[in-house]
């Protein structure tokens, strides 16, 4: 090497460096760290966490608001054992019978082992594992929460735990395991964002399986194929309880992007706010005006249901719509829930707090709509998503049913029901002081 | 060039090399990267806007406390719809006609198109574009939840939520144009750091034009000038209200500073938290040491209100008080209150939950007070824009409030309100088990 | 130099450029930068903060549906006033005498100054100062949230109130100051990670001392060691009571980790929030199943409490445990609310929430069970601790509850309890149109 070449060495070296430099430069100016990323994903899995978490409150007044007063600290329990439970059992056998070894594309399910949480330095990956082991138990949770407002009023509390354990340590990990496993339906290029199917229309399957097999509320039918009505015992409570959901349905619909460690991260969770948000009040508005034509009034309840519905038909999809497709979408949202509430009274499948219509119904739909705007969405895998998803939850769920029924019972006595579920069950009256005056049935 | 000028200017580059290589590292080793700013700048849109979104729930339970049980569903029912309908309003034309296309210093509004939230990674700035919208989204739902209180009980549903529709797609966002569109009050000055001129005066000017046409409830105001006190329905769920509406303040507040990518941003927020924590604070102290004073007792409504009028006062400038100026400022705001309530009742102005106080006088002292503490600030450009905001959207509101009331009607009949709008006008009783046994009007 | 020299000086810069790049590249890829570090730490204290000031909405919640509702808005004003108190307390002496100046290992308080908030970029350290205050002040207001609870129903408001203040200003941050402040209990390696002996043991001595002084309600205790059960007034009040707890308990856990700056501290808060969940569904199963077998019928109030003392009992620490021990630890926290209720009963203390054995028992529980999974604990230290922290905080309590009922009265008339506190005191009723039809004492 002359020192000619020597010195063009050190020049190209020199360049290299400034590139180099550059480079390095320029990563620091935009890239976030691994470390970063890391701790802003962990970060999104247990803000949507918490957030999912409080959607426990919401389900808990909307029911307390929606059932009889007699029967509404019963309620009030219910919603918190099955909140434990699910979070017990989703520890114990749940999460890895979802998420570990499931086989890719095709797997039906994973190994029913307790979750380890690795201790604090050991962690490696995209996130910290407990952020993503919390952030799927409640989702879990959240669809047990679904089941116990359809069959209030009537339902004992122990069958009720009992199939609370089974459904989200079982039933609910095994048909996640399809898709949110990397199981075969995700191998068929089944979507589901959030859950529209694989939470919503699960706990829908499960509830409806239990309205028929429990049957409706005492004096809800009546002869000549009279429908009684029976108000719930707390509007404010009940709507308080949508907000909570709503509330919460940022962390369900945004936390499901699972990663906040780029801008286009941020960007997508952020689209996903505006589009949970459209969709939920347009289910709120359509569902108020077609009550106005249709019924001549206003409704409240369907109000609050119309918001959910919006809510649950978005959660397959809130990333790719466009804002006026998700509109679109959850107004659609609050026609099923205006349409369903009266069909299924008709088909005397007795739903206390309209679950069926707003978790199953507009979960099917927000899942079949998804090919619309997002491409990588075919309607046959979407169709044998929710088809399969829908057997397997409806069967499985009518066999822990009928069990329950033919061993220990699940239906309280016809006196209980009347007298209500706090004095007989639980022996704590909800609003001891407050003398009833009004229609209850 | 000769062989000494290329060795110099080898030498030359890769010393430049070094030092960029040095800054690299300093870059790296001190301030966020950029994308790792824009993404906890989003993450404090999104924060910020769960938790304003979560005022929806407060401002309906503060309200469905503070109305008679007859009139709850019907409060719990404009809550929710007001929600959605600002949702879909500021997306529709609200948001562009407040931000996009507004002159700089000068504009009077922007451009009433459609928001667009680009898809996912074609977003730029300095936060994304769905966060920012979000965000913004809540405090013009906010500005119409302050509306929804002071007129209850007494107007129709439809009306309110075509003066809603309005409100919240152009009056809000043309003034609103004006100041955070960076339009002419922006050019001479003026500065509202989160809205206690333009969300809450707005909220409370329309607030009051509604009230002044609308007529005060029946029965509230009695003959020689007697004054009938009509308690609400439930002081635990106002009580619940307002502790919700403390902790959506947080976001309100904090969120306002835009920005969490500097070590700057991060010590304002927590400054701005802490300000925002003792002036409420101070307004629940002074409103309960003066209802004691002055009228020899306490009132729970009266602390509430206090907890809000201290907030409402420290929003337009939570950020350059000291703690103490804080205090002083929300403590003011708890004075306000307590002497307001009974002025307005004087005047016969007919304010359900006390929101013309707490947001329309509270925030214009918070507003006045600002050049205080914050040099920027001038108490001239301060009048300027509490006046033309007051004049611009009590004329407009008070247009509207005419309108509707000579073409379909905005009041219930006496026969309605008698009986309660929850029977008249939706059908849906709010706690239909009670029996009324007080001394309810 | 000549010109060879110079040529592999360049060289050499050259390749160190290179070698500097490569560096910053590295650094550039893992850990957070400074700045990003500082932002995410303040951001885990205001997120903590504000889901712990939250908690306040809780308390109020559960002692309005715990209190009959004669005594329901006074127990709302008490709430608000004492998170207020607390927050100006706090911030006058109680951050500085609890953090500021204590000596290091051996001291007994700090000085009770006013807490500096510095100005948005003087600030320095591991985080913004003013998220910190905010953090460490929800704690303080926490604990006298536990005192109004157990004392309901018959002690009067100001006394309550001047009792609030020394409570958060002085008596928990001396004693805070011997642990949080590095003080004495610090250097004999006492370890209480979020509270479970510095705040709920504090508030349950506090509360259990003003029970004792301030005697039972009442009717409580009738003749021949009768006791009478008080039913409360909203049971669903109380659930959501209980959630938002629960639901705040994340920030009060998740953000006693103090850092978020690696994924070290993610992974920590991660599982931090896992053990907290497990630890509180653990209590609530526990809870339930053993009143079950012991009174042969569930207690939803029990199942709340259940779930109170699961997440006091893991507070002392919530990292160190795997999942199964912490479900252990919180189980065990069920067990002792099932027998630690009656058996205050038999002792004639009246504890209206049952916040004595939630928070003082299964707060000690807590701190003793921590050098089973923390190996730098031990039995000693956390002997030391709770002993010297119970000791000193019933000590001084008592005195001022002693002074306070020698000077100007803590309980109200006779005649007062028996109409109730809403009346007497405050003028406002909870519930004015509900008629009282149930067996209200």
Redo the contacts between chains.
């Keep these: 090497m002359n020192?000619?070449q020597?010195?063009t060495?050190?020049?190209v070296?020199?360049?290299?460096?400034?590139a180099?430099?550059?480079?390095?430069?320029a990563?620091?100016?935009?890239?976030?760290?691994?470390?970063?990323k890391?701790?802003?994903s962990?970060?999104l899995?247990?803000?949507g966490?918490?957030?999912v978490?409080?959607m426990?409150?919401g389900f808990?007044?909307l029911e307390?608001?929606l059932v009889?007063?007699k029967n509404?600290?019963?309620q009030?329990?219910k919603?918190?054992?099955l909140?434990?439970?699910a979070?017990?059992m989703f520890?114990v056998v749940g999460y890895n019978l979802m998420y570990d070894g499931v086989t890719a594309g095709t797997g039906w399910m994973g190994t029913p082992t307790?979750?380890v949480?690795?201790?604090?330095?050991a962690?490696a990956g995209d996130?910290?594992?407990?952020?993503?082991?919390?952030f799927q138990?409640v989702f879990c949770a959240a669809t047990a929460s679904i089941v116990s407002g359809t069959i209030a009023e009537r339902i004992r509390?122990w069958p009720f735990i009992i199939f609370t354990a089974i459904l989200t340590g079982i039933i609910y990990p095994i048909q996640g395991s399809w898709e949110w496993g990397a199981g075969w339906l995700d191998g068929i290029g089944f979507s589901d964002f959030a859950g529209s199917t694989l939470v919503h229309s699960t706990g829908g399957w499960a509830a409806l399986m239990g309205a028929i097999i429990l049957g409706a509320r005492a004096g809800k039918y009546g002869e000549n194929g009279r429908i009684n009505p029976i108000?719930?015992?707390?509007?404010?409570?009940?709507?308080?309880g949508?907000?909570?959901l709503?509330?919460g349905w940022?962390?369900f619909n945004?936390g499901s992007q699972l990663a906040?460690?780029?801008?286009?991260?941020?960007?997508?969770?952020?689209?996903?706010?505006?589009n949970t948000?459209?969709a939920?009040?347009?289910g709120?508005?359509v569902a108020?005006i077609l009550t106005q034509i249709v019924y001549k009034?206003?409704?409240?309840?369907m109000?609050?249901n119309g918001?959910l519905a919006g809510l649950v038909s978005i959660t397959a999809e809130p990333?790719t719509p466009?804002?006026?497709m998700a509109?679109m979408i959850g107004g659609i949202g609050g026609v099923i829930v205006v349409f369903a509430v009266p069909m299924l009274d008709k088909l005397k499948i007795d739903d206390v707090v309209g679950a069926i219509p707003v978790h199953l119904l507009a979960g099917i739909w927000g899942t079949m709509v998804v090919p619309l705007t997002n491409g990588d969405a075919t309607f046959y895998a979407q169709a044998v998503g929710v088809i399969s998803v829908g057997i397997f939850v409806s069967v499985s769920s009518a066999i822990v049913w009928l069990i329950l029924k033919a061993t220990i019972g699940i239906r309280v006595s016809p006196e209980e029901e009347l007298e209500g579920l706090d004095k007989g069950?639980?022996?704590?009256?909800?609003?001891?002081?407050?003398?009833?005056?009004?229609?209850?049935i």
């Design positions: 020192l000619y020597k010195f060495l050190a020049g070296l020199a360049i290299g460096a400034v180099g430099s550059d480079a390095a430069f990563q620091a100016s935009t890239e976030a760290t691994a470390d970063t890391y701790i802003l962990s970060l899995f247990l803000i966490g918490f957030l978490m409080f426990a409150a808990a007044m307390a608001g009889r007063s509404v600290s019963m009030c329990l919603n918190i054992a909140y434990s439970v979070g017990l520890w307790p979750k949480i690795p201790a604090t330095d962690d996130y910290a594992a407990g952020s993503d082991w919390f138990m509390f108000p719930g015992s707390s509007i404010p409570l009940a709507t308080l949508t907000f909570i709503w509330f940022f962390g945004g906040m460690g780029t801008i286009s991260d941020a960007s997508s969770v952020s689209r996903i706010f505006v948000n459209l939920a009040a347009a709120v508005v108020i009034k206003m409704d409240v309840t109000a609050l918001a990333l466009s804002p006026v509109i069950e639980i022996g704590v009256e909800a609003y001891p002081e407050f003398a009833r005056g009004g229609s209850a």
